[in-house]
């Protein structure tokens, strides 16, 4: 069968350093052709080699099955002309695709609670995509379960079997595990070898203005990570220290992110929530302008030991006293959607047991009254990168407007919400710092904003 691949500028480099190199990352921009690569290598290995166990692997099931594994399908289907349960079989339930002359490409999430089920066997050649998501010892445990056997002996020991990683550059820079593993001269693995790619070598497979609206999309450091695939030290110490609250003989004014602000009927009603006890709850009002992508705080309550019923009071446009204070939200559950922030282990914090979210609709169902919710599970990475953007974009605007009257304690939170840093200050983790202060209004507005305007380079465009 005859088929034709065209690379893109990019991947040259790549399939030429796999010649003389034994590990190769390719550190790449977004919709630079690298999963693309990746899953080219590995399908050219197996047609070749009779027999052969493949791993390509990324951290997350989820993100591997939406990804990596459809792009592989992808490939064989329309670059290859091949015809599926003929020329190749699929296991979707087991993520093994398997070619008639025996070689098979096992496809594993890499976390680190769940890398121990991938260790059992030997593979001829391992892949990593998203490779900046992984963490060291992952890298390490998956690296020593590669075998040369099969692959020297049907190549009369002409070739050895190969390791590849596909990447962003990390938030951290010098502090991620593979600055010094393939990065550094000084530390890198022996017979390794890292190159760059750059989303301005792939412009023929991305849609036209792509790379001008993802510049008036997103942050400034954003765009020199993932636009100019720069590896950019995370300097600041502040998650966000773009926001601008300008102030004026003591008190905020308006400018920057801060404005007065007033309920507009034109625009979609959204109350985010995080769920606390003794720590407190943080319930944000926003309004966002979908055409415009620009997001409204409008207002706040921030209180520790809120009961269910008296935070679906306020949900319902009650007024509400507590702690000395008297709250009344300017939009409802009637006219809005609550976005409560689900994260992977729901503290189950009220005195019968029940977890929030499942006392909050008991409660709407008591009352006959109905209650409009979305979920939000988004990451803290993905969260946090979502709501930068908002800020203030490389292009200058800003997208996200704070109510300076209402929302005191956002503002202060965004001043304080850091990163941790070692004893020399600098900054050791792309994870903020968990204080249980300033990450609760922090978290809510990451779930909304990252749920319902994530980062638009996710969009899956073909890329060769």
Request: proline share 4%; charged share 25%; with cysteine.
């Amino acid at each position: 069968m005859q088929y034709n691949i065209t690379l893109n500028e990019n991947q040259p480099a790549f399939f030429n350093a796999l010649v003389d190199y034994d590990i190769v990352v390719d550190s790449g921009t977004w919709r630079s052709g690298k999963s693309f690569e990746l899953c080219l290598f590995f399908i050219e290995r197996m047609k070749k080699y009779p027999g052969i166990r493949e791993f390509l692997g990324r951290k997350t099931l989820k993100s591997l099955r939406e990804t990596t594994f459809l792009k592989f399908q992808e490939l064989l289907t329309d670059f290859y002309e091949l015809k599926e349960d003929i020329d190749y079989s699929v296991n979707r339930s087991s993520l093994i695709i398997t070619f008639p002359n025996g070689s098979t490409c096992i496809f594993g999430d890499l976390d680190i609670n769940t890398i121990g089920k991938w260790l059992s066997s030997e593979y001829s050649d391992i892949g990593i995509d998203e490779g900046q998501e992984i963490v060291k010892i992952v890298f390490e445990k998956i690296k020593s379960r590669q075998t040369q056997t099969i692959i020297e002996k049907l190549s009369k020991g002409k070739q050895k079997n190969k390791f590849v990683i596909g990447m962003n550059p990390p938030e951290i820079a010098e502090f991620h595990w593979t600055h010094d593993k393939f990065r550094n001269e000084l530390t890198k693995i022996k017979n390794s070898k890292m190159i760059y790619s750059h989303i301005e070598g792939n412009k023929n497979n991305i849609p036209t203005d792509y790379i001008d609206d993802m510049y008036s999309s997103i942050d400034s450091r954003t765009a020199e990570i993932y636009l100019r695939g720069n590896w950019v030290p995370l300097l600041s110490e502040t998650v966000y220290p773009d926001y601008e609250f300008p102030i004026e003989a003591g008190e905020y004014v308006e400018g920057g992110n801060l404005k007065h602000l007033k309920v507009d009927p034109r625009l979609e009603s959204y109350i985010s929530i995080d769920f606390g006890w003794v720590h407190p709850m943080s319930i944000g009002c926003w309004q966002w302008d979908r055409e415009r992508d620009i997001f409204y705080r409008l207002y706040e309550v921030v209180e520790p030991y809120v009961k269910p019923e008296k935070y679906c009071d306020l949900l319902m446009g009650k007024e509400v006293f507590h702690n000395g204070k008297t709250y009344k939200l300017p939009i409802t559950s009637k006219n809005s959607t609550i976005i409560p922030l689900i994260e992977a282990i729901q503290r189950r914090q009220e005195s019968d047991g029940a977890s929030n979210l499942l006392r909050m609709k008991q409660i709407y169902e008591d009352c006959k009254e109905t209650i409009n919710y979305r979920l939000s599970n988004v990451g803290i990475y993905k969260g946090i990168l979502a709501v930068r953007n908002h800020i203030k974009t490389s292009t200058g605007q800003r997208k996200l407007f704070i109510d300076l009257r209402y929302n005191n304690r956002f503002i202060r939170d965004c001043c304080t919400y850091h990163y941790p840093t070692d004893t020399s200050g600098n900054v050791t983790s792309e994870i903020p710092e968990k204080d249980n202060i300033s990450d609760h209004t922090q978290d809510e507005t990451r779930g909304l904003i990252g749920l319902l305007s994530p980062i638009r380079s996710q969009e899956g465009w073909r890329t060769s």
